[in-house]
């Protein structure tokens, strides 16, 4: 019934202390073998799910930077992309430096930032990626810019989304992807739009696809999927969206999905919560 599984990474196929467990690892390979399409969809640079997915021995295109970026893990291709416009991005720049708030751009791959802290340096070291420190981030976004993200406490992030949001309205995505990151990308680029997208080039339907995540910024994802699972541990927005929430991330929660649902066994766990419901297929 399902031939696509898209995955999130962090807090999903990722445990906490970022490890993949090999039973998910043979659970996922077996999928492919079977047939299944199995991806990656994730707000990470392209380069860092790159890397999870030759773990996973996976060779497909790869949902990357909150759908901003649909490529090839061959890197031959690229699928689908959207970035930021210019003057939002240099408007996220102005308000970095008025609130002295650590803002991050991406850019052909690269990671920038305006100064090197303890933040930037916790975020490539937990992603695996280098990073490249330019003073004028301006003159960056007078080109293409992928996605630009703040790292702060919570609360400020949450008073800064409310505000982004009433200054840019539709004219960005602004989305959590943890309590400490917010995310902005072009209004098109999420992972439900991408997930679509690609489903449509490789001439699968909607309710061919399980969808897998954690975060706000996985509710576009379980919404598009023909089945949308959100994990234990997931917020209760994925969870009052999904159809289906298995174990937490820390109890391969991922495995538990894909034996139930493509290997078609019985799984090595029962779920502690179920609700498969029925869906109006989108517009």
């Not at 890397?51 to 996973?56: F, K, P, S, V, Y």
């Not at 695996?128 to 992030?157: A, G, M, R, S």
């Not at 298995?246 to 034996?259: A, P």
């Amino acid at each position: 019934m399902y031939k696509m599984v898209a995955i999130d990474l962090d807090g999903t196929l990722l445990t906490d202390d970022l490890m993949i467990s090999p039973a998910t690892v043979t659970a996922i390979q077996k999928a492919v073998e079977a047939g299944t399409i199995v991806t990656i969809a994730t707000g990470r640079m392209f380069s860092s799910a790159k890397r999870i997915a030759l773990q996973l021995n996976l060779n497909v295109p790869l949902i990357t930077y909150q759908g901003a970026l649909i490529k090839d893990v061959n890197e031959k291709e690229v699928w689908y992309e959207r970035t930021v416009p210019p003057g939002i991005a240099q408007k996220l720049i102005e308000i970095s430096r008025k609130k002295k708030l650590h803002l991050q751009i991406y850019q052909n791959d690269i990671l920038y930032s305006a100064v090197e802290n303890d933040k930037l340096i916790a975020y490539a070291e937990a992603v695996k990626v280098p990073y490249q420190i330019e003073p004028d981030l301006i003159k960056l976004v007078q080109k293409d810019v992928t996605k630009l993200l703040f790292i702060e406490e919570p609360d400020v992030l949450d008073h800064l989304q409310n505000e982004l949001q009433i200054l840019f309205g539709e004219s960005a995505h602004i989305a959590k992807s943890k309590k400490h990151y917010l995310e902005i990308t072009h209004p098109e680029a999420n992972k439900g739009s991408a997930l679509l997208y690609l489903a449509k080039k490789l001439g699968i339907e909607r309710t061919e696809i399980i969808g897998i995540g954690d975060n706000f910024n996985d509710i576009e994802l379980i919404e598009a999927a023909g089945l949308g699972v959100a994990m234990g541990n997931a917020v209760m927005a994925v969870k009052d969206k999904a159809d289906y929430t298995t174990f937490s991330n820390n109890e391969e929660g991922v495995l538990h999905v894909i034996e139930k649902f493509i290997l078609e066994r019985e799984g090595t766990f029962s779920v502690h919560k179920e609700k498969i419901s029925e869906r109006l297929p989108m517009a």
